[in-house]
């Protein structure tokens, strides 16, 4: 087999040929990336704020009230007032409210009494997002409720300090957008080649070209380029914003970043190129990209839900993902500016995964020419 | 039923059940990805790398680590113990997620000099789960101090008894069950409804059907009917897993949760289909559902709150069919809605299911241009 | 030629934002003729033949197909034609029988009248090799004798074939026409665009398009008389000819025309008194046959063009 560089830069200008006329692909691949920053950046927050709250006041009394402002002064709760516990428990029902504040009837009596002064918090457990941290900041509530209140001295006798590293203001942008970058390259390179292959199959141009005296290596090299650019540009335009609008740092290296990059878009391609061939239909090959490349890499890439936290199965199975490699490298070099050396696991693991799923790739296009 | 809708419900049919890779992606696969990430996911943190620096006579400290590893929710990182490290470039270079530093010469003996500091240094790359690591530890410091000294805190004066409705046990798969479900109807249904359009227009097909005298509502329908059929099979599998694999109740009506999945089901399709109007290749077609249901999912609620997004942005999951249907499921599955608690989602679901077939119905064209 | 009119386009005009790709186009066909259109690529044949089976309304003009119009509702026209459009029209996926059920539906097809029907157009296309067959297993050929038969399932009284025979084999292609044939008369009006001159050759009536326009009408021996008044030879070059020398005779003031055919030339003289001067001198280059002019020819001068 012998690779002839004109040949693959001549099927890569075709493709781009085929780019360009497509307004619509173009303006996809380029629209994508700023709308998923954008969201990401805007509107995702992983400090719950605004919870609504359905308060049910059966005392009536001072401290019942300032237990109240307590919950809507802390930022973390927006409080709606209810006549009764059962009209508090259907507003939680009903999505109303994530959380119910119940005080019972004897609750200043209690308090200046020297009992202690129960209130019922009913969380909403049907809401996988919120539980978790609404029950964390209803532990600081009540700690705060009974230093103002009651003016109980609730400090412990030390002092436990809490220094949050490389991202002191609990910034989630800063966490999410370096994740982006990984599952936006994911599915352009995945999505775009699995695609466009599939299509030259589909529409027989495929055996065309096989016909040709392009060598096979040619076509797949002439096919990826484009699309490979096409992710690079958006990496790049990702970074920008990243950097411009949200203020993300990058501490780590840029050629550490890039050189993540390629062999994270060398091994996606190769893997939609495997998917195309096994397919050769659009239909298939669309839901074979989304359950291989898009769902895992949002899903099972450590992006949102921490690998740790999973069953330790999937901290093994997940190994195979290249998704997941990236993952690290790329949080890695903007926050936490890792040096080669120290992301050499990673590193190695997505070298692997590429050659694997390359080999995968070239071994069934060679077979499927047989 | 009319003739032509029949025929084309039995040609649709035919060819998306007759390949065998298609039938495994829209039977096998969604199966396969419930259980996987039902299983996988969560929003809880565990198996936070701990490390920890004590001297020999440093013993409160040394509880308070053992305490934390065996409290479930921390491993032991790889250095630990009384070598000192710097702790910093333990966590910079990821051998940890986060480090307990003592004061100089130890915290118990700090302790007895009223002036004891402990500080935790975390990796706060992730936000959740440095959050989850400050009030972890909070408690696990507080119980070995009361364990080992007698020094319980004093009773706070006033106390919250606090319950988790629904999911008492804070069972993961039941928070995570009905989001998945959610994602994987919306996968197929979407994409197959659009896709399945815009293949006959790509291959030439299309013409052959306009050139038959069939209305437009024939042809949307007869292409969109039997997605929604299909969309509909997925239904019994995907519960089936849920309440056998996954013991994820249903407390609230079938018939409320089969209503709530065809007003699901017909949303997506009818979507689907207002995409495949402005697409004129599969390509296009498959990059526009995903364009669609990227932001679908982020905002659902399925893994950030919608509360916590700006107004602005909030209304934007007023339209999701996705945010709707994960409501319905949860008040369905886990809180006992009947059809009655349901009537309001539903609605809406039929409302944007009414306003896009609506809007591809004005789009859609039996002749060509 | 039947005096009835099956077939009625009156100044026909078809834009596309600025273009225009069918400029004020009138012509009628009667029943039972095969009627072929011919053009270069892009000349607006498909075009027109969408008009005419009720799938484009267009821009400005009149048609009448089968005694109904667009006026008459968005399905008329499309109710009484058949259509096999450029692109390949059956599911490759499918059966056969798959396919031809599926059409029946698509025009609410009484069973039993399909089922006789099926019978009836299946045996005009002598097809053999079973209903249960996948169309992607069919040949080039067969595939679009089943697409003719799909086309003729609600017995139409016009068929329009958009380039039918484009990627068949020549035997394909001799079949096929044979069967547009037999449908003709059974007294069927076929509409026919085509590239082929040899298939043209065999269509009762032709009618030319350029860049929209409506160039010429007539039948194959009509054209040629009116494209060539004058005597058409063919030159066959004694000894292998030059690119230079054939461009010079191509601007040689004795010609009108003078054009490759295979490696011969086919060839019109510009007037007599020249033709007389220069027959003499080119006898030495070439040996003269006087011949009728082809199709082919006919197309080379009215839509291409060259003078």
Request: hydrophobic share 50%; net charge neutral.
């Amino acid at each position: 087999m012998n690779f002839v560089w004109s040949r693959a830069a001549a099927m890569a200008r075709k493709e781009w040929f085929h780019i360009r006329r497509d307004p619509f692909t173009m303006s996809l691949a380029l629209v994508m990336p700023l709308v998923m920053v954008v969201i990401y950046g805007v509107a995702i927050d992983f400090n719950v704020k605004n919870v609504k709250l359905a308060v049910s006041d059966s005392d009536q009394t001072q401290a019942s009230r300032r237990l109240i402002d307590t919950f809507s002064s802390s930022g973390y709760f927006r409080v709606r007032r209810d006549f009764s516990p059962g009209q508090a428990l259907d507003d939680l029902v009903a999505e109303r409210a994530r959380a119910a504040l119940i005080i019972p009837p004897q609750f200043e009596k209690n308090l200046w009494s020297g009992r202690t002064a129960e209130a019922q918090v009913l969380l909403d457990g049907a809401d996988n997002s919120t539980v978790v941290p609404v029950s964390q900041y209803v532990n600081t509530i009540q700690t705060l409720a009974s230093e103002r209140i009651a003016g109980a001295d609730m400090r412990p006798p030390y002092d436990l300090r809490t220094r949050f590293l490389f991202n002191p203001e609990l910034n989630s942008r800063w966490f999410i957008i370096p994740g982006v970058v990984v599952v936006i390259m994911a599915i352009l390179s995945i999505f775009l080649t699995a695609m466009t292959v599939a299509r030259e199959w589909e529409n027989g141009s495929m055996e065309l070209l096989l016909s040709t005296p392009v060598e096979p290596i040619e076509i797949i090299v002439g096919k990826a380029l484009p699309y490979a650019s096409l992710g690079a540009l958006a990496v790049v335009f990702v970074y920008i914003i990243a950097r411009a609008a949200f203020g993300v740092p990058f501490r780590g290296h840029l050629w550490v970043f890039g050189l993540g990059c390629l062999i994270f878009l060398l091994t996606y391609l190769a893997q939609g190129l495997f998917i195309s061939i096994a397919s050769k239909q659009q239909t298939l090959a669309m839901q074979l990209s989304m359950l291989t490349g898009m769902m895992p890499s949002v899903i099972l890439s450590g992006f949102v839900f921490p690998i740790a936290s999973m069953p330790k199965f999937f901290w093994y199975f997940t190994m195979l993902l290249p998704a997941r490699w990236f993952m690290v490298i790329s949080r890695h070099c903007f926050l936490e500016g890792s040096s080669f050396l120290e992301l050499a696991v990673p590193f190695a693991a997505l070298s692997l995964s590429c050659l694997a799923m390359t080999a995968l790739a070239a071994h069934k296009f060679k077979r499927t020419l047989e | 039923m009319n003739k032509t809708l029949l025929g084309f419900i039995k040609k649709e049919l035919i060819q998306a059940l007759r390949d065998p890779r298609m039938k495994y992606i829209l039977f096998a696969a969604p199966i396969v990805e419930m259980t996987l990430f039902g299983v996988a996911i969560s929003n809880e943190v565990k198996n936070i790398r701990l490390a920890a620096f004590f001297g020999a006579n440093d013993y409160l400290v040394r509880d308070i680590y053992e305490h934390a590893i065996g409290g479930g929710w921390f491993i032991p990182a790889r250095a630990s113990g009384e070598t000192a490290q710097d702790p910093f470039e333990l966590v910079r270079s990821g051998d940890a997620d986060a480090v307990l530093v003592p004061p100089e010469g130890g915290f118990t003996r700090a302790l007895g000099r009223g002036d004891a500091q402990l500080q935790i240094l975390v990796n706060a790359t992730n936000v959740t789960q440095a959050q989850s690591v400050e009030s972890y530890m909070k408690a696990i410091v507080a119980q070995t101090l009361a364990d080992d000294l007698g020094l319980t805190p004093r009773p706070p004066p006033i106390k919250f008894d606090v319950r988790v409705l629904f999911n008492p046990s804070l069972d993961t798969a039941i928070f995570m069950v009905p989001g998945v479900m959610t994602m994987l109807m919306v996968l197929t249904t979407l994409i197959l409804a659009n896709i399945g359009i815009v293949r006959e227009k790509e291959m030439g097909t299309f013409e052959m059907l306009i050139s038959a005298p069939v209305s437009k509502s024939e042809v949307i329908f007869g292409k969109t009917l039997p997605y929604v059929l299909i969309g509909m099979t997925n239904l019994p599998l995907l519960l089936a897993i849920a309440m056998l694999v996954f013991h994820v109740p249903l407390r609230g009506s079938i018939l409320a949760l089969i209503a709530a999945t065809v007003a699901f089901v017909c949303t997506t399709v009818a979507m689907g289909t207002l995409i495949s109007t402005y697409c004129q290749n599969q390509q296009q077609a498959s990059m526009a559902s995903f364009l669609f249901m990227f932001p679908a999912i982020m905002f659902s609620g399925l893994i950030f709150p919608i509360e916590n997004m700006p107004a602005a942005v909030q209304w934007l999951s007023f339209i999701d069919p996705l945010a709707h249907y994960l409501s319905l499921l949860r008040n369905i599955m886990l809180k006992g809605g009947g059809l009655q608690a349901s009537a309001w989602h539903i609605g809406v679901l039929l409302i944007l299911a009414a306003v896009s077939a609506a809007a591809s119905f004005r789009r859609f064209r039996t002749t060509l241009s | 030629m039947n005096d009835e009119t099956v077939v009625e386009a009156r100044d026909l005009v078809v834009r596309y934002g600025d273009f225009t790709a069918v400029d004020r186009v009138t012509f009628t066909v009667g029943r039972g003729e095969i009627f072929g259109f011919l053009g270069a690529n892009g000349a607006g044949k498909t075009t027109t033949i969408r008009v005419l089976c009720g799938v484009l309304p267009p821009t400005e003009g009149r048609v009448r197909v089968a005694g109904t119009g667009y006026e008459d509702g968005e399905n008329a026209i499309k109710a009484k034609v058949g259509y096999m459009s450029q692109k390949f029209t059956l599911y490759n996926d499918l059966t056969v029988k798959e396919n031809l059920d599926f059409i029946a539906s698509l025009r609410k097809l009484d069973a039993a009248y399909y089922a006789k029907r099926r019978q009836e157009i299946l045996e005009l296309i002598s097809f053999k090799k079973g209903l249960g067959a996948f169309v992607h297993e069919l040949s080039g050929g067969t595939k679009q004798q089943v697409s003719l038969a799909a086309a003729l399932l609600h017995d139409p009284e016009v068929v329009f074939l958009d380039e039918p025979t484009a990627g068949v084999t020549p035997a394909g292609r001799e079949r096929f026409w044979a069967l547009i044939r037999r449908v003709a008369e059974s007294g069927k009006t076929v509409f026919v665009t085509t590239h082929y001159m040899d298939e043209a050759e065999q269509c009762g009536r032709i009618a030319l398009m350029r860049e929209g326009k409506l160039v010429a009408m007539d039948s194959p021996a009509g054209l040629k008389a009116a494209a060539f008044p004058e005597q058409v030879f063919e030159f066959e070059p004694i000894e292998e000819l030059s690119f230079s020398r054939m461009t010079a005779f191509q601007n040689h003031e004795a010609f009108a025309f003078f054009e490759p055919y295979g490696h011969r030339f086919h060839a019109a003289a510009a007037n007599a008194e020249a033709w007389r001067h220069w027959r003499p001198e080119l006898e030495k280059t070439f040996r003269i046959r006087t011949i009728a002019p082809s199709l082919e020819d006919v197309f080379i001068r009215m839509v291409e063009d060259r003078p």
